[in-house]
C-alpha cells in the first residue's frame, strides 16, 4: 500500500515537471521550426518540423537588417560596461573592506541603497545629462548608465568577498614592503576570480539584453544594440512570420547557447544576489 | 590592521563613488526635482512647485491614466505571485525530492531568464496571435475551441497573458531561490517530525513553509520592485500605447508615454513623466524598507 502511494506521488511528481519542461521547451521550438518553414508552410503544418529547410527568412534578416553591426555594438557595450564595472568595484570594495575610516559603514550602505532602486527611475535626468554632455546617441551613454548601475552589486559581493578572507594575508604582503596597491594586485587579485565570475555574469544578462535605454538614448540605426534593431526588424516585418522568427531566432540563440555551456554558473551569479541579500 | 595614511582608502573609494554619484544617486534624486518643473525635454525648465502632482492626482484626462495604471500594476503584481512564485514554490518543492536528471530540469526551467524581456514579449505576441497562433490552434486540437480568444485583443485577458508570459520567462529566479531555501533547511528538523508521525504534507506546512518565510520575503519584494519598473513585456505585447484601451497599462508604461513619445497626442511633459517616476520610487523604496524593517525584527525575534 505505502509503496503503490509513493508509486504514484512518483508519477504526479514527474509528470508536473515534464509538463512544465513542454511549457519552457515548446514555445522556443516553434521560433526555431517556424524560422525555417515557408509563409504557406505557417498556416499548413503550425506545430511540427519544417518539411525542409527553407533559409529564406534568414536570408532577408542579413540583407535587410545591419545585425553584424548590431552584434558589435551589443559586444562592445557590454564588455566595456563589465570591465569597468569590475575595475572600478575592486577598487571600491577593497577600499571599504581592508581600510577603517570614518563614515566607512554609511558609504557601504550608500552603495548597497542602489541595489534595490531601479536605475531606469532616474532615465529623465540621465536624458538631460547626455544632452548637456553631448552623449546623447552615443554608446557611451550606455556603457556610462549600465557601470554606474552594476557597481551596488559588484561592490557588496566584492566586499563581501574581502571580508571572508584572513587579514593576516595582506598584513604580510605589507611587511614584506609591499604597498596596498601591489598587495591588491598581486595577493588578492589571484584569489578573486570566482567572486568576479560572479559579479560578470550577474550583470551580462540585464546589459546584454537591455532594451531600454538603448530605446531612450539612441538614435542612429549604426549605434543600435541587437534587442533595439530587432525590434525595429519586427515592426517592419511583423506579418512575415518565417522572416521574423529567424530574426528572434539569430537575436536569442547566441546568449542563449552562452548560457547552455556555463548553466551552473549563470544559475549561481544570477540568484546570488538574492541568496546572499 | 596596519597604520596607513588617512587618505589611502580614498585613492580606491573615489572612482566608483563619482560613477555612482553622478549616473545614477543624482539622476535618482533629480527626478524627485524633476517633478516639480514644467519640460518639454527641450528649452528652458519652469518652476511649477506640485503642480505636477495636482494634475497626476486630480485632473483628468491624467488622473484617470494614472489611477488606471497603478490598479493595472497591482492586479500585475498579484497575477505574477500567484502565476510565477506560487508556482516556484511547487516546482521548487519537487525538484528538491531525489528525482533523476534533476540538472537537466534546473538548467531548462532557468534558460528564460537569461532572454531579452523583449524578444520574449515578441514571440509570445505571435504565438497568441488570434488568427495563426499555435496557442489557439492547440486549443482547437483538443477540442477546447470555447477556451480561445483573442488574448491579447481582449480588455479582461490581455493582462493576465501578459502577467502569464512574464511568469513564463522568469519562474525559474524563484524556483532556484526557494530551492536554496529548502536545501538550507536542517534534515533532522525533519526526521524529528517524521519520528512524530508528520505526513509530508504536514511537513510542508509546519516545516517547509515557515522556514522559507525569508525567502518568501525576498522573493515577494524583488517582483514588487521588477513588476513596478516594468515596460518591455507590455512594450512588446502590446506597443506604448498599452491596449486594448488602456487595459495592459502599468505605470512603466504610463511613465514613457508621458515623458518622451507624442503617441498619445500630447507632446512629451518631463515634469509630469517625473511625478509618475517619483511615485514609483515612492512605492518601491517603502516596500524596500518596509521589508528590511519587517527583515531586521524577525532576526532580532
Known sequence: MWMLRRRILQIVLYAFLLWQLAVVIYPLFIMVATSFK?????????????QKLNLEGYRTVWELNNFALYYRNSILVTVVSLGLILALSILAAYGLARFQFPGNRALYFYFLAGMMIPIRLGVLNLFRLFLKLDLFDNLLALILTYTAMGI??????????????????????????????????????PLMRPALATAAIYHFIPIWNDFYFPLVFIKSDH??????????????????????FAALTTAIIPALAFYLLMAGQFIKGLTAGAVKG | ??????????????????????????????????????????????????????????????????????????EFFLLTMVLQNAAALLFAVLLSQKIRFSNFFRTVFFAPVTMSVLMVGFVWTLLLNPSWGVVNKLLTIMHLDFLAKP??????????????????????????????????????????????????????????????????GMVTILTLVGNFSSFEVIYAMEGTLAGPNYSTDVLGTLFYRTAFSSLSGAPPDMGLGAAIASVMFT???????????LEARRRSA
Not at chain 2, 543624482?26 to 525648465?45: D, E, Q, R, V
Not at chain 2, 480588455?155 to 531555501?181: D, K, T
Request: with cysteine; glycine share 6%.
Open chain 2, 151 to 216: 488574448w491579447l485583443g481582449d480588455e479582461a485577458w490581455a493582462l493576465p497573458a501578459i502577467a502569464f508570459v512574464n511568469a513564463w520567462q522568469f519562474i525559474g529566479l524563484p524556483i532556484m531561490m526557494f530551492l536554496a531555501g529548502i536545501q538550507a533547511i536542517p534534515e533532522d528538523i525533519y526526521e524529528a517530525a517524521r519520528i512524530d508521525g508528520c505526513n509530508e504534507w504536514s511537513l510542508f506546512w509546519r516545516i517547509t513553509l515557515p522556514q522559507l518565510v525569508p525567502v518568501i
Open chain 1, 152 to 189: 551596488p552589486f559588484s561592490v557588496f559581493i566584492l566586499t563581501g568577498f574581502f571580508a571572508e578572507l584572513p587579514r593576516e594575508l595582506g598584513e604580510a604582503a605589507e611587511i614584506d614592503g609591499c604597498n596596498s596597491w601591489r598587495a591588491l594586485l598581486h595577493v588578492y587579485l
Open chain 2, 1 to 74: 590592521m596596519l597604520k596607513k595614511k588617512a587618505w589611502e582608502p580614498w585613492v580606491y573609494l573615489v572612482p566608483a563613488l563619482l560613477f555612482y554619484t553622478i549616473f545614477m544617486a543624482y539622476p535618482l534624486f533629480g527626478s524627485l526635482a524633476m517633478s516639480m518643473y514644467k519640460w518639454s525635454g527641450l528649452g528652458p525648465m519652469t518652476f511649477v512647485g506640485l503642480e505636477n502632482f495636482r494634475r497626476l492626482f486630480l485632473q483628468p484626462p491624467f488622473n484617470e491614466r494614472f489611477f488606471n495604471a497603478l490598479w493595472n500594476n497591482i
Open chain 1, 223 to 244: 549605434l543600435k544594440t541587437i534587442p533595439l534593431g530587432t525590434a525595429i526588424f519586427y515592426g517592419q516585418f511583423q506579418t512575415d512570420w518565417p522572416t521574423v
Open chain 2, 283 to 293: 512605492i518601491i523604496a517603502m516596500a524596500v524598507m518596509g521589508w528590511f524593517w
Open chain 1, 38 to 50: 515557408t509563409n504557406f508552410e505557417v498556416l499548413s503544418n503550425p506545430f511540427g518540423w519544417p
